[in-house]
């Protein structure tokens, strides 16, 4: 079973192969949206981008590849330019491998770095 390390919550778990991200973490009673985004969400439809987070660890081998919905949200989004391969959006992201993720995604500064 694959492991996912929750860098701020310090958690890891072990989920079953294609477990949805964002579902594990609910379950799991890991805080996924930030603020108001706990009640203002689109409840994993992938329209919304408040269960974003960042990929630190098996980007490409341990994740699901991007649908055409969230590179479509990703690519509006300005919090995620220059960050593309590392930003995920919860709820359109299913594990296949071991992850370490950070959730609520850090907020920009305005030269485009993470905070």
């Known amino acids: 079973m694959p492991k996912v390390k929750f860098l701020r ?4 778990l072990d989920v079953a192969l294609g477990a949805n991200l964002r579902l594990a973490a609910l379950d799991a009673g890991i805080e ?18 408040t269960c974003r987070m ?3 660890g098996g980007t490409v081998r341990n ?3 991007k649908g055409w ?11 995620a330019i220059g960050h593309e391969q590392e930003v995920r959006l919860s709820c359109q992201a299913h594990v296949l491998g071991d992850l370490e993720v950070e959730t609520q995604a850090p907020k920009m500064n ?3 770095e993470f905070e």
Request: charged share 25%; aromatic share 12%.
């Open 32 to 49: 996924v949206y930030p603020g108001l985004a706990a009640y203002l969400n689109c409840r994993g439809k992938g329209l919304c981008g």
């Open 110 to 112: 305005w030269s485009g």
């Open 63 to 65: 994740c699901s590849p």
């Open 9 to 12: 919550e310090k958690k890891e």
């Open 69 to 79: 919905l969230e590179r479509l949200r990703l690519f509006l989004a300005p919090w």
């Open 54 to 56: 960042l990929v630190k």
